[in-house]
Structure formats: C-alpha cells, structure tokens
C-alpha cells in the first residue's frame, strides 16, 4: 500500500460539512484513512480578501502505485477522483485561489516526484502553506527524505 497525503479547505457554506463529504468520499474512492489531522480555520492563502478557510490533511492507504497501470495514467485517475468531489460539493474554478465549496490537493504520493501538464508531486505549493506543515503527521518524510514533523 501506498500513502497519499491531501490537503482539504473550504472557505464558502457550511465549511466544516464539505470536509466531512469529503472525507467520506476519498474513503469510498480511494481508500482507508491512515491518519487525519485536526480541523482548524486558517486565514486565506494567495488572494487574501475572502473569506477564512476551515482546512485539515488526511493521508489515505491507497494501491501501490508501482503495479498496474502506467504511473501518469495512476496518478491522473487519483487527480480525477479529488476534482470530482470537489465538483460534487459545488466547487467552481472561476478565481484563480479564489472562495471554494472545496479544495482538494494531492500533497504527496509515498516518495514520488512527478510532474506534467496537470499534476505536481509533491504539491509546489505545500511548504508556503503553513497550515500543510503543521498538520502533517509526526515524522513523515518529504520525496527528498527530509522528515517534515515542524512541531
């Protein structure tokens, strides 16, 4: 088994139930939750007059990325599985960083690194967003082998 790390926000109707789908929703889809950190509100990140968002990551034991189809075809159907929750629950992609229903992003997959037209791995992104690091759980380690536990 395989570990993906997510990162969950919302900044737009009942924040705390878009979580609670979306959790749901990976579980069924992708697989069992091996660690899920707490929920806390976080000022909004990129355009800044919106707004707070409620956000948590959870990291899920998903296949092993290594058997079975291609990597980058992989890597897409996980992708296509968070958009579509995200699309369930409302989200539209109007403004760029802009109030979502919800935001799922794919933080880390194991130790990969990984990028093309749609999708980086780890997220570009994860070490600017402060609430990412500090709710990773304790003792994990980035694709570059560096343990990320800032607590």
Known sequence: MAKLTLSLGSNEGNRDEHLQVARQALTERLGPVAYTSPVIT??????????DFRNQVIVLSIPDPN??????????ALLDQTQAIELEQGRTRDTHWGPRTLDIDMIFVDDLIYEDDRLSLPHPWWGHRSF????????????????????
Do not use: E, S
């Not at 058997?67 to 897409?76: A, D, I, V």
């Not at 380690?141 to 536990?149: A, E, M, T, V």
């Open 42 to 51: 976080t000022p909004p990140w990129g355009m800044t007059a919106q707004p």
């Open 67 to 76: 058997r079975g189809q291609p990597l980058k075809n992989y890597l897409h």
């Open 132 to 151: 990412v690091r500090d709710l990773l759980p304790p003792g994990l380690l980035d694709p570059y082998g560096r343990i990320l536990d800032t607590r």
